[in-house]
């Protein structure tokens, strides 16, 4: 079974940068549509953005044009390159990996890496 280990979180001010790297154990390009998650004590998890195999990508409105999904289909990695952060994006950032589906709903996934977690201080 494929494993998913995140890396790359930490503190920032807000306005600042940090790039999210999520390395799989196994091979998932062109086979597994993959996506980033966040939870913020409190809150649900909720869908960041979502790539399927062939590059397709989606974000939740609250990330357009701030953050931005990639893989590395060679290397068997996702990213998230996120910019322009504010505090509201404090939370634990989960990797997800989904066979046969894809989108930035929780229940379609069903590998899960342990989490990130990044903090964004005003």
């Known amino acids: 079974q494929v494993q998913l280990v995140e890396s790359g979180g930490g503190s920032v001010q807000a306005g600042g940068s940090l790039r999210l790297s999520c390395a799989a154990s196994?091979?998932?390009?062109?086979?597994?549509?993959m996506a980033w998650f966040r939870q913020a004590p409190g809150k649900e998890r909720e869908g960041v953005a979502a790539?399927?195999?062939?590059?397709?990508?989606t974000y939740a409105d609250s990330v357009k044009g701030r953050f931005t999904i990639s893989r590395d289909n060679a290397k068997d990695t996702l990213y998230l390159q996120m910019n322009s952060l504010k505090p509201e994006d404090t939370a634990t950032y989960y990797c997800?990996?989904?066979?046969?589906?894809?989108?930035?709903?929780?229940?379609?996934?069903?590998?899960w890496g342990q989490g990130t977690q990044v903090t964004v201080s005003s």
């Open positions: 790539i399927d195999g062939d590059g397709k990508t």
């Open positions: 196994d091979n998932t390009h062109g086979t597994y549509s």
């Open positions: 997800a990996a989904a066979r046969f589906c894809y989108g930035l709903g929780a229940s379609a996934y069903s590998l």
